[in-house]
């Protein structure tokens, strides 16, 4: 398994399935190493079924899999692992349920502290973000760009994410961040695999 490094898709709310997969395949084939599946709003059902039907795709890709905040559904479709929030009790309980191998991330907001007690408490990667103002989450606290440096000792991988684009993801990258996790920046059009490749070729440079 590889690590959380490159470009990170993460799934927008959806209930067009169809869409979703061709979506998801396009930003794989241009380059994503990285699939979350992020969705808050569909029912049990649609979730399950749209969770399985991506983790074949990422599998077939050689992709990581990771489901957002539902310990559960990654354990039900084989995920390599989960995205939880800044609780330390809930990193715990996802190495628990999902094993020692599992990726555990942690949304670590601009916090040192925080990514310092979430690595602490069996985090396999950490997030920090909004990096740049984002259309997901218009109310998202700012983390500056220096963040990346201060953390450079931390041992684990450490995302960006917020309102990353093309146009501002170079500027991500030589900040020092591992991987750039995008949702609107990669999905919002119809070219996204043209997208995607764009922005995965910022990390083999």
């Not at 020692?100 to 310092?116: F, H, K, M, Q, T």
């Not at 994410?161 to 020092?176: F, L, P, R």
């Amino acid at each position: 398994m590889h690590s959380v490094n490159g470009l990170y898709a993460i799934t927008p709310d959806t209930e067009d399935s169809e869409r979703l997969i061709e979506q998801v395949s396009a930003a794989l084939d241009g380059g994503a190493r990285v699939l979350q599946y992020r969705n808050k709003g569909s029912d049990p059902v649609r979730r399950l079924w749209q969770a399985s039907i991506l983790a074949s795709l990422a599998r077939s890709r050689d992709a990581l899999f990771i489901v957002n905040d539902d310990i559960a559904l990654a354990r039900a479709v084989q995920a390599d692992g989960v995205h939880v929030g800044r609780d330390d009790a809930a990193i715990a309980s996802a190495r628990a349920a999902l094993g020692p191998a599992a990726i555990v991330g942690a949304s670590c907001y601009n916090s040192i502290e925080l990514a310092r007690a979430a690595v602490a408490a069996g985090a396999s990667y950490v997030a920090f973000g909004a990096v740049f103002p984002s259309g997901t989450k218009p109310g998202a606290v700012a983390a500056p760009l220096q963040l990346f440096a201060q953390s450079a000792d931390l041992g684990v991988p450490r995302v960006a994410i917020g309102g990353i684009t093309a146009a501002n993801a170079a500027q991500v990258v030589a900040a020092g961040a591992d991987a750039i996790a995008v949702i609107g920046g990669l999905f919002d059009g119809d070219d996204v695999a043209e997208r995607a490749a764009t922005l995965a070729a910022l990390f083999h440079n």
